[in-house]
Nanobody
């Protein structure tokens, strides 16, 4: 199982980024996918989630409006579009795959991609 994030980098305030997370080794279309982030010195926080078929999304209240999660099940990839970036968006962004069938839970994490917002 692999989740590989990409698309991070250094961006100026007000800019945009599109993060990608490429999945392999499991049935991607059966998993809900989420993005989390962890800023320096802070705990990891949940950003957004998208259902397995992409029909439903939800966002942390503080992320609504500037963040958009989407997925392409044909490409086994989930995306996070971030607009109007702010310095406080600086963090390592992680993708997560989750599924539960009966008493079994499956929970996978990527290694993260660094996003730095600075002028």
């Amino acid at each position: 199982v692999q989740l590989v994030e990409s698309g991070g980098g250094l961006v100026q305030p007000g800019g945009s980024l599109r993060l990608s997370c490429a999945a392999s080794g499991f049935t991607f279309s059966s998993y809900a996918m989420s993005w989390y982030r962890q800023a320096p010195g802070k705990e990891r926080e949940w950003v957004a989630i998208i259902s397995s078929n992409g029909g439903s999304t939800n966002y942390a209240d503080s992320m609504k409006g500037r963040f958009t999660i989407s997925r392409d099940n044909a490409k086994n990839t989930v995306y996070l579009q971030i607009n109007s970036l702010k310095p406080e968006d600086t963090a390592v962004y992680y993708c997560n795959a989750y599924a539960a069938w009966g008493s079994f839970e499956y929970d996978y994490w990527g290694q993260g991609t660094q996003v730095t917002v600075s002028s």
